[in-house]
């Protein structure tokens, strides 16, 4: 489905990124992988290289401009174009959660939503230069449901998510008469992430429940009452940025598996 795509993943060591660059590389893709530790991005890397893929892994902190930008300069240099930017990036939950908003102080509050927002803007910004002049493109990006539901103790994390949703409508407003789709995932919460780990298992504690009864109770609010896992979004990720879903742009795919009404 992505045969000969060139694709650019920031945060790619990560559990999404990962996971998305094995999806993208069964499915064809020739993949420019990138994080801000070089060891763990290029250990994704070779284990794709491993199974057949094709991937190059380099060290880009995807909220430092010049990198990003230098890298897609070297991408566009040795393939002529880049045709999808998907940015996974996550920010260490244990940073922004667990504190109630009124003893929230505001850099930490800010934290998440300067973060998510500008590595989002930036990676998004400097593909969309080098896909106009091809008329082709995808960008894509990763939300929670946070982004439409009040939960506690998410400090800044719900208004970064929201925002990064406003700012794909709004890149796409922008890019789709240039050709260019910009895409979201809202996924549910996916139990083989450590991030899922780190951000519910001290409200599992303070609930009084252990982590499997935390994942029943998560799992309860799904309509099929299980969790997600990351092929499933993998997956989804893969027909996104494929030429099958020329129709979809401007949106976030809601895939909290009915936990989430649109
Ligand atoms: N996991 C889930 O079930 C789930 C569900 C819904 C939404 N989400 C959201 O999806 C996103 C990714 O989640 P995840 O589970 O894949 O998180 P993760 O495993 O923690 O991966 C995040 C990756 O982003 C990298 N990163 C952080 N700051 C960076 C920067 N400035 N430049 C480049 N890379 C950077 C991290 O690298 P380092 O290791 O070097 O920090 C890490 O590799 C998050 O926004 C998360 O909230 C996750």
């Keep these: ?25 069964r499915e064809g893709a020739r993949l420019f992988l990138t994080g801000r530790d070089a060891a763990s991005v290029d250990a994704v890397a070779r284990d794709i290289v491993s199974e057949g893929g094709c991937a190059l892994a380099a060290q880009v902190d995807a909220l ?47 934290q998440p939503i300067a973060s998510y927002t500008s590595s989002y803007f930036l990676t998004a910004r400097l593909a969309a230069r080098r896909m ?5 493109g995808v960008i894509m990006t990763v939300t929670a449901l946070h ?66 009864q935390w994942l029943e109770f998560l799992a309860s609010r799904t309509h099929p009452r299980r969790l997600m896992a990351l092929e499933e979004l993998a997956n989804m990720a893969v027909f996104i940025a494929s030429d099958k879903a020329t129709g979809m742009t401007g949106t976030t795919v809601n895939l909290t598996m009915g936990s989430l009404d649109d």
């Design 64 to 110: 430092d401009e010049r990198a990003v930008d230098t890298h897609l300069q070297s991408v566009i240099d040795s393939e002529g174009r880049v045709d999808v930017s998907f940015n996974a990036v996550g920010i260490p939950n244990a940073q922004i959660l667990g504190v109630p908003l009124i003893d929230l102080d505001l850099t930490h509050f800010e």
């Design 1 to 25: 489905m992505l045969s000969n795509k060139i694709a650019v993943i920031y945060g790619a060591s990560g559990a999404i990124g990962g996971a998305v660059a094995r999806a993208f590389a």
């Design 147 to 212: 982004s439409r539901i009040g939960l506690p103790l998410v400090g800044g994390y719900g208004p970064a998510m929201a925002a990064k949703e406003a700012l794909t409508r709004n890149l796409s407003a922008e890019l789709a008469p240039h050709g260019i789709r910009v895409v979201g995932l809202r996924p549910q919460g996916m139990p083989e992430t450590r991030t899922i780990r780190d951000a519910f298992e001290p409200r599992a504690k303070a609930s009084g429940m252990t982590w499997e």
């Design 132 to 136: 106009i002049p091809h008329k082709s």
